[in-house]
């Protein structure tokens, strides 16, 4: 089964990634996490993106196009879950194209809702342990006190993303609002999309998701 995560940033789309790829052996494909990744592994194509990020602006279709294109290439396991992909008409026109040459079908899409309020608190309160990518929040799941990471056992350091700033958070938003809210009105045409309420508790979240995958 394969699936895309849709939501502004913050709405909880890599913590719900996180949960389906422990429990249902799905593959995730976060393009934010592999355009960071080049970024810390300092290749040109890092270089380019690392500014864009921080500003909070998309990065071209065509690296992150290039970027799924590789991906899709590798193993399959339980089926992918896009997080973060497609953010642009062309760049879900190009997913559609790339699912159907590896004979691959696209089987849902799932709108995550968050008003902005929740959002700005959301990013703002959140960190990652740098040895696994857990993801923490100051409000709803504090970093443990004795610094050891609760899912990878480790304590390394836990960072803040470059961009959860506020002004960056505002152009990432409106990024979103122009740019990828537009892809709601092309699935919901497809007859592809269901929209659920983000906003309460990660395990609601959970549980709304379950049943759509299972409907
Ligand atoms: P990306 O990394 O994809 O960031 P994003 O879309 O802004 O989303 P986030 O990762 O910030 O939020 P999330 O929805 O995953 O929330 P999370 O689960 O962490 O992209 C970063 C940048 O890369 C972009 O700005 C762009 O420059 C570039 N880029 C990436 N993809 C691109 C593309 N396709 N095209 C062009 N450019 C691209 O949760 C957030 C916080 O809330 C956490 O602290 C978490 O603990 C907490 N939380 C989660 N769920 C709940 C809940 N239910 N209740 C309370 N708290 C919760």
Redesign the pocket.
Known sequence: MNIILL???????????HHLVATRDMIQL????M??EAKESGTEMGKR?AD??AR??????EI?IGLIREKLEGGKGGGFIF??????LP?ADALGQLLSECGETLDAVIE?QVDDEALVD??T???TCSNCGE???D???PIPADGVCTKCGEAHEFIR?A??NEEALRN?LM?YYKKTSPLIGYYYAKDMLSSIN?????D??QRSIAAILQG
């Open positions: 939501g502004p940033p913050g709405a909880g789309k890599g913590t719900q990634a976060s393009t934010g996490d355009l960071r993106v864009v990020m909070g602006e998309l990065v071209t279709d992150v997080d973060g992909f497609p953010r642009t760049q995550m959301r990013i309160a959140r960190s993801v923490y929040n409000n709803t799941k993303r961009d959860d990432r990024e983000g906003l309460g508790p990660v609601d979240v």
